[in-house]
């Protein structure tokens, strides 16, 4: 997900708030609701909010980032009782598209002031954060949920403290903390006892400010990969002559994905940069020498060490800068690099996405429950010793909501590190509302059984979209490619999550309501929540399947996706783990991975496990399909499952395929796919 650039600052907009009290106040009837409280069950995943009767909504998606904050953190004091605040953050699916789904009255306010002065009676006052040591608005977060506070950066808090607001200041950690672990270790010691620990909130304390798309006017493309590499086949060591873009401070050269839709873009190992033949650069990506020339990393990610290297994709890039000798007039460098690269060059200095700033999101959810927020690197040591040891002191099937650091490498170890303490997750740091959409009410969806299909010697093919697991996901990119006309057209699986019968049921009514018979909800990575089943204690795994398995069934999510990695790589399931997806979830079959291939085998001889091949693009996916044809006899039925990049495809693209399909191909959705497959191995049908 991404934010605009935020051009104004929150001292610009100070001067109005004096003004917006008295207009509020006449426009929040709501504003004094009766006391509620959230529902929480001790069976049940996450909690129940009141029902919205009437939402005040503040536009703050063009806000300075402490405005975000401080807005979210009111957000989820008021809501607690009542869900009355609702924030537009997002833009992606729609400004208005979800509000306008829920069917409750609200009052659009064009001023977030509006909405900020009707409700300050109901906060205690203020938490005021530490700029200097970003970690601290986490911290701050987590007392704001404690002491019914908000939070505030320093210019805020100046004028909250004064009229005609007159908030006290609760708590300012300016000059407390040393670093983010020096903040996470007295958050552990002083608020963990205070908290709730039925959830832990993982949120990066800021994020990278959004800069518009395209390249800076000075910048020239150089050089660029017209083919997709992926097995490093093309790398050699390039020379580039940047003589041309000298004339200023430095030259800047730019790496890109050259086909930012299938996730394999650059790979730079080595850089050495000479002017007028003299070394005045030398470094390999990842190496405390690198720093000194990176000047925009962009969320590229890294291998560490001498056989390390820099890489980006799926539209991500990082930009080098070097400075040569004044009078120099010949500048070259030499780049080891492999797959599909795109490299410019400029003289101008591009704006950084470096620059960062507070957010809010997922924070109102926090506050609202008194949960912990942190954020802790799983590849430091220290850090992750603290992470492991929260995690020890949570039970068997904890969610933990939010997201990692270090983008796919944190992913991968703070999933696995995540499961094997028996907790699972859900990517929500940019879900919107949530204290809302928990309010809303489940709808009855009837299930429906396919008709047994006729099994024929065909090749049969199903498309399921990825990501299910991710909440933000299912509020952002799933509804986009929900509202393609052509969908429908084409059996499609959609991979979601099944927890949104807790925590979004009008986002999970929506879907279920207007399905096509074409199209099918299944559970994403890897059931009720992401986890990687095959580190998850084995004493509490089958316990944890059978208590989330009516998640499942209430959801119509009955057949799982599965991702199973062992320090980042995919691994098959154990027997026992196979057996408990059976026996707990009474899965007919499972999808499994997300690989470079395709097959399906009998786990313990009698559940069928689907390898899903990845593809992000209709290219992709022909390539894929004329393979699977040339290989077979024609003898027999043949399954492949095609996992669609949802970043990258469309229902159209997958219509755009199936429509060049031959008579020997039929597509179909998961569950004739899986019926299919246990009639092939004379299984018996899942009742």
């Known amino acids: 997900m991404t934010r605009r650039k935020l051009a104004a600052s929150s001292i610009a907009v100070l001067c109005a708030l004096a003004l917006s009290i008295g207009t509020a106040a006449a426009s929040t009837g709501n504003a004094s609701s009766q006391a509620g409280k959230i529902v929480w069950p001790k069976d049940q995943a996450l909690p129940n909010f009141n029902q919205a009767k009437h939402l005040d909504v503040a536009d703050i998606y063009d806000a300075p980032g402490d405005v975000k904050l401080m807005m979210s953190t009111l957000q989820g004091i008021v809501n607690r009782k009542e869900p009355r605040i609702y924030l537009l953050e997002n833009q992606e699916e729609g400004r208005l598209t979800w509000l306008d789904d829920l ?25 005021v954060y530490d700029p200097a040591v970003p970690d601290s608005i986490n911290v701050a977060t987590t007392l704001a949920g404690l002491r019914d506070a908000v939070v505030a950066s320093p210019e805020l808090a100046a004028v909250l403290t004064a009229k005609p607001y007159k908030l006290h200041i609760l708590r300012d950690f300016r000059g407390m903390f040393r670093d983010r672990m020096d903040a996470y270790q007295w958050q552990y010691d002083n608020l963990w006892n205070q908290t709730t620990h039925r959830m832990l909130i993982g949120l990066s304390p800021d994020t990278a400010v959004r800069i518009p798309p395209g390249m800076p006017e000075s910048f020239e493309t150089i050089a660029e990969e017209t083919e997709q590499v992926r097995d490093a086949g093309n790398r050699q060591t390039f020379a580039f002559d940047l003589s041309a873009f000298l004339g200023g401070e430095a030259v800047y050269l730019r790496f890109d994905d050259a086909f930012p839709q299938d996730g394999w873009g650059p790979a730079v190992h080595e ?214 006309p052509t969908r429908g057209q084409v059996p499609i699986n959609w991979t979601s999550s099944p927890l949104l019968y807790d925590a979004a049921p009008a986002i999970l009514n929506y879907y279920r309501s207007t399905a096509t018979n074409n199209d099918l909800l299944i559970a994403g990575p890897s059931g009720a929540g992401y986890f990687y089943p095959s580190v998850w204690p084995d004493d509490s795994f089958a316990d944890f399947l059978r208590r989330t398995y009516p998640y499942l069934k209430k959801s119509g999510m ?19 783990v196979a057996e408990a997806y059976r026996t707990h979830y009474k899965a007919p079959g499972l999808f499994l991975s997300w690989e470079g291939r395709h097959g399906v085998e009998l786990a313990n001889g009698n559940l069928p496990v ?40 469309t229902p159209s693209d997958v219509a755009e395929l199936d429509n060049q399909l031959g008579p020997e191909y039929e597509s179909v959705l998961a569950d004739r796919y899986f019926s299919l497959i246990r009639k092939a191995h004379n299984l018996p049908p899942i009742r």
Do not use: C
């Open 103 to 127: 069917a409750v009255p609200y009052r659009l306010h064009d001023d977030f002031w509006d909405v900020f002065g009707a409700y300050r009676k109901e906060i205690k006052g203020i938490i």
């Open 271 to 484: 850089v050495t940069v000479k002017a007028d033949g003299q070394t005045i650069a030398q470094f390999i990506a990842g190496t405390p020498e690198e720093e000194t020339y990176l000047y925009d990393r962009q969320n590229s990610q890294v291998s560490e060490g001498q056989g390390g290297h820099r890489f980006a994709d799926n539209g991500r890039y990082f930009v080098y800068r070097f400075a040569p000798p004044s009078g120099t007039t010949q500048l070259t460098v030499e780049v080891d690099m492999w797959n599909q690269y795109k490299v410019s060059a400029g003289s101008k200095q591009p704006p950084s996405a470096e620059q960062k700033e507070p957010y809010g999101y997922l924070r109102d959810y926090a506050v609202a429950n008194k949960a912990m927020v942190f954020w802790l690197e799983s590849n430091v040591p220290e850090q992750k010793a603290l992470f492991e040891r929260i995690l020890s002191d949570v039970a068997p099937g904890t969610p933990y909501l939010g997201w990692f650091s270090n983008d796919v490498d944190g992913e991968f170890s703070g999933v696995e590190i995540a499961s094997s303490h028996g907790a699972y997750v859900l990517a929500a740091d940019w879900f919107s509302n949530l204290t809302v959409f928990s309010g809303t009410k489940p709808t009855h969806a009837p299930s429906s059984k396919p008709k047994e299909p006729k099994l024929e010697n065909k090749i049969y093919v199903t498309y399921t979209f990825s990501e299910g697991d991710n909440f933000q996901y299912n509020q952002h990119r799933l509804r986009v490619l929900w509202d393609d």
């Open 558 to 576: 009955m057949i799982p996706y599965v991702l199973n990695r062992i320090d980042g790589d995919n691994v098959p399931l154990e027997p026992a």
């Open 610 to 649: 689907s390898t899903m091949h990845g593809i992000s693009t209709v290219q992709d996916g022909l390539s894929v399909l004329a393979e699977a044809k040339a290989g077979w006899d024609g003898k027999s039925p043949l399954f492949v499952s095609l996992g669609l990049l949802a970043w990258s495809m």
